[in-house]
């Protein structure tokens, strides 16, 4: 099963977040240390709420970067026209991600990223689109793809210590648009009238461990301890049209940051 983790809304939207794109120019924001600002967008440590300098911020898709101040504020001076990503990176922190839209962007954001602990895996930082590079205008957030497709599916080695007996091991995903599943679907995530896909599909070292259904932010996929070895492997296999026969349509979707965490296996199970 899928689960989303800490993820707080609230007046000044407080989230944690990842990565930037090698598909689009880079379109640099200025920051404006003016009073206004300061009262907007920011991000801070999340566990001391300090102010976090020179942290990249970016939208991959819209090829959009920016860097937080010396207060930790930055600006988002970009068009957005549907759901989008947001990526936070600073050295030291956890990246994360965040999907947004032009309503979210229009508020205060009061970004919280987390310090990296022992154990964390970045698997893939950059934006990944998956799929064959045709869809439709109502398929889900498609008005915001721009990378080419890498093909139907993701995979990436990657090395991991060894779990003690009270850890539990994870697979993040950090953000997903794109996904034209039957839940999507009657989420009201589309609006693609009458077909849906299969949802995407997520191995660990060749073993089925979840699938991706709904779009949104820090998906967890808990991962078998059984399945976890020195070195490992990670694929993540888009879903398939599930109304066309005479050939394979696959689902396009965009996927970012993706990451293995080791976890308390206790502050797991009450978080």
Request: charged share 25%; aromatic share 8%; proline share 3%.
């Given at each position: 099963?899928?689960?989303?983790?800490?993820?707080?809304?609230?007046?000044?939207?407080?989230?944690?977040?990842?990565?930037?794109?090698?598909?689009?120019?880079?379109?640099?924001?200025?920051?404006?240390?003016?009073?206004?600002?300061?009262?907007?967008?920011?991000?801070?440590?999340?566990?001391?709420?300090?102010?976090?300098?020179?942290?990249?911020?970016?939208?991959?898709?819209?090829?959009?970067?920016?860097?937080?101040?010396?207060?930790?504020?930055?600006?988002?001076?970009?068009?957005?026209?549907?759901?989008?990503?947001?990526?936070?990176?600073?050295?030291?922190?956890?990246?994360?991600?965040?999907?947004?839209d032009d309503n979210i962007a229009s508020k205060p954001l009061k970004l919280g990223i987390e310090k990296s602990k022992a154990g964390d895996v970045t698997i893939e930082?950059?934006?990944?689109?998956?799929?064959?590079?045709?869809?439709?205008?109502?398929s889900a957030n498609s008005a915001e793809f721009k990378g080419k497709s890498t093909g139907a599916f993701f995979s990436k080695k990657f090395s991991t210590k060894p779990?003690?007996?009270?850890?539990?091991?994870?697979?993040?995903?950090?953000?997903?648009?794109?996904?034209?599943?039957?839940?999507?679907?009657?989420?009201?995530?589309?609006?693609?009238?009458?077909?849906?896909?299969?949802?995407?599909?997520?191995?660990?070292?060749?073993?089925?461990?979840?699938?991706?259904?709904?779009?949104?932010?820090?998906?967890?996929?808990?991962?078998?301890?059984?399945?976890?070895?020195?070195?490992?492997?990670?694929?993540?296999?888009?879903?398939?049209?599930?109304?066309?026969?005479?050939?394979?349509?696959?689902?396009?979707?965009?996927?970012?940051?993706?990451?293995?965490?080791?976890?308390?296996?206790?502050?797991?199970?009450?978080?």
């Amino acid at each position: 099963m899928l689960r989303v983790t800490r993820i707080l809304l609230i007046p000044y939207i407080f989230f944690a977040l990842t990565a930037h794109n090698a598909f689009c120019e880079v379109i640099s924001g200025q920051v404006n240390e003016n009073a206004t600002l300061k009262r907007k967008n920011k991000v801070v440590d999340s566990y001391t709420q300090k102010p976090v300098t020179g942290a990249a911020v970016s939208i991959p898709s819209l090829g959009y970067r920016t860097t937080s101040a010396s207060d930790g504020t930055f600006e988002l001076n970009t068009q957005i026209n549907d759901k989008a990503i947001l990526s936070v990176q600073k050295d030291g922190y956890r990246p994360f991600s965040l999907t947004i839209d032009d309503n979210i962007a229009s508020k205060p954001l009061k970004l919280g990223i987390e310090k990296s602990k022992a154990g964390d895996v970045t698997i893939e930082s950059e934006l990944c689109h998956l799929g064959d590079d045709v869809y439709s205008e109502t398929s889900a957030n498609s008005a915001e793809f721009k990378g080419k497709s890498t093909g139907a599916f993701f995979s990436k080695k990657f090395s991991t210590k060894p779990l003690r007996p009270n850890e539990e091991a994870v697979v993040i995903i950090g953000s997903v648009i794109g996904l034209d599943t039957k839940m999507a679907k009657e989420l009201g995530q589309n609006q693609i009238a009458y077909v849906y896909s299969s949802p995407a599909e997520i191995f660990f070292n060749g073993e089925k461990v979840g699938e991706l259904n709904i779009n949104g932010d820090n998906q967890e996929v808990v991962i078998p301890r059984q399945l976890i070895r020195d070195n490992n492997e990670l694929t993540i296999k888009t879903g398939r049209n599930l109304f066309q026969h005479a050939y394979i349509d696959y689902d396009d979707i965009e996927i970012a940051n993706i990451r293995f965490e080791i976890k308390d296996k206790h502050a797991f199970a009450i978080r």
